[in-house]
């Protein structure tokens, strides 16, 4: 059963719609409806439906700028436009944000379920590219073969003929569009997915690569392929694409899964490059973010957004201490104790000596420090690198259990921090959007995406950090601090209803007075004769 919204002005012809058809047997619920573009974009953020069925001519909001606002907040939800066949030229411009259908008033309650059956018919087709098989084509065995060295190769070193070796690599990734031209300033970035069932299981095969494929394709130039439990993407493009585009794929991907699959789908994506050869580095990066996710279930990560600048090599930390970062990230704290009780033992049995044990010791606090400094603030790595500094004395234990019970507690020390910071941060992310709110509400161009790109932060995981930290949307929140605003204004200025609308972020004056009316039940001027009527009682 799909969700669906109803937009349209028209206060006879949207009830007609919601109660002449029968929803329920053509596979859609009516879960809500709006009388204007502004109440259609709250209820998309607030109601994450899987179909807008809108006017094109919708007050406040019309059209294409709604069609365009609604695909930064859900990319995943379908749009259908009512339009009249003056407008029909008009909607055709918006097929770059996928609108899945045209229809065309006027339209019969039997035309608009005819229609609404064949939306329901791609839009399954649409989601079985999440579960159907996916089978291997030639074109997809010559991108992996492509792919797969430079991205999963670590070793993979490229001699004197460098140049000449890369030039190659950009002609075959043309031939293969994974690029779109050698002439272009081609930038890359490299995106891991795994997905989890309930259970936290990974779930991730080949199959998933269909609907990947199916959702970025109409975005970048690309190429996929399956290794090892997840789905690995090159991504493509110019810059502004990218920086365009980006967002709008992960969303898109994150919202699909849980809807179609009802999995739990972590992303990481690397920092851009303007070269094929640093695929590697790229994917390490995208593995470090979707690791560091996964644990706080927090579905799309940018690498820069979780690892603060620094000169720390990671590169030299052998397997153990990789191990431990990721558990550290991600793991439970039995899983630490356990792995590192584990290693201790293996040690031992092998005949290791104290030296061994003390370097493989200097190895995992060494990393583990590393990763405390780059996601803690300033004070809470001060107090683990005092912490840390007392473990001096753990290579002064000649009791190998001594040191293993030591250094256990100062990894569950380090996961505790980063688990605080992380629910920090998200608290200083809300704190910043109010400093934001409160200084840019007359702004009328701020959005959900002007601010998560402020914070440098994804659409979805602050939509989604707002409602679960602030209990209402953004929209609902600038919208409170306008009609704040609005309210003094009119209650103690002189100023006309057109200015403060300005000052509040609106051009429109009939926009403004239906939302403080919608706010206060009453209109701006009404409120200003009922407040002077008072003072002259008074």
């Not at 109660?19 to 709006?34: L, M, N, P, Q, T």
């Not at 081609?186 to 995106?191: G, I, P, Q, W």
């Amino acid at each position: 059963m799909y969700t669906i919204v109803i937009a349209d002005d028209e206060v006879a012809l949207r009830q007609a719609m919601i109660k002449r058809i029968d929803w329920k047997s053509i596979g859609f619920e009516v879960i809500g409806e709006a009388e204007n573009g502004v109440e259609a974009l709250e209820l998309v953020e607030r109601l994450e439906p899987d179909l807008l069925l809108t006017d094109i001519k919708m007050p406040f909001i019309s059209g294409i700028n709604l069609a365009r606002k609604v695909r930064e907040i859900r990319p995943a939800m379908q749009i259908a436009f009512l339009s009249g066949y003056d407008d029909f030229s008009y909607a055709q411009q918006a097929i770059k944000y996928n609108i899945i259908k045209y229809l065309l008033k006027p339209i019969s309650s039997k035309e608009l379920t005819k229609e609404l059956v064949d939306i329901k018919e791609k839009m399954d087709v649409i989601n079985q590219s999440f579960v159907s098989s996916f089978e291997v084509d030639q074109q997809q065995l010559l991108v992996e073969r492509l792919l797969t060295p430079l991205v999963l190769d670590s070793d993979f070193v490229i001699d004197e003929k460098q140049s000449e070796y890369e030039s190659y690599l950009n002609q075959e990734a043309v031939q293969l569009e994974v690029r779109a031209s050698l002439e272009e300033k081609t930038r890359y970035l490299v995106m891991v997915i795994r997905y989890f069932d309930k259970r936290g299981k990974n779930i991730t095969d080949r199959n998933h690569l269909l609907g990947i494929k199916g959702i970025v394709k109409k975005y970048l130039r690309f190429g996929s392929f399956y290794s090892g439990k997840k789905i690995i993407t090159l991504l493509s493009g110019q810059a502004w694409e990218i920086e365009k585009y980006v967002n709008i794929i992960v969303n898109e991907i994150v919202q699909s899964s849980e809807r179609i699959l009802c999995a739990d789908c972590y992303l990481g994506l690397s920092s851009i490059s303007d070269s094929l050869m640093k695929a590697n580095l790229l994917y390490s990066e995208a593995m470090s973010a979707v690791e560091y996710g996964q644990g706080s279930r927090r579905s799309i990560n940018f690498i820069g957004d979780i690892k603060r600048t620094s000169m720390i090599c990671y590169e030299d930390v052998d397997k153990i201490a990789s191990k431990i970062e990721k558990l550290i990230k991600s793991g439970g704290a039995d899983e630490i104790e356990l792995y590192l009780s584990s290693i201790f033992v293996m040690f031992i049995d092998q005949g290791a000596t104290r030296a061994d044990i003390d370097l493989l010791m200097i190895r995992i606090i060494s990393s583990t420090c590393a990763l405390v400094y780059s996601v803690c603030d300033a004070k809470s790595s001060a107090l683990f690198f005092n912490k840390a500094s007392e473990l001096s004395s753990i290579f002064n234990k000649h009791s190998f259990n001594e040191k293993r019970m030591d250094l256990i507690g100062f990894c569950l020390l380090s996961k505790s921090l980063i688990k605080k910071q992380k629910k920090m941060n998200s608290e200083v992310i809300c704190d910043e959007l109010m400093e934001i709110i409160d200084k840019e509400y007359g702004n009328e161009e701020l959005s959900l995406g002007v601010v998560s790109e402020s914070l440098h932060v994804s659409i979805s995981y602050l939509s989604s950090l707002v409602k679960k930290n602030m209990g209402e949307t953004f929209i609902t929140l600038l919208t409170k601090k306008r009609m704040e605003v609005a309210k003094e204004l009119v209650l103690y200025s002189s100023a006309k209803v057109l200015e403060i609308a300005y000052k509040c972020g609106y051009s429109d004056q009939h926009y403004f007075s239906y939302c403080f009316k919608k706010q206060y039940g009453i209109s701006p001027n009404k409120m200003r004769e009922q407040n002077l009527v008072s003072s002259n009682e008074k």
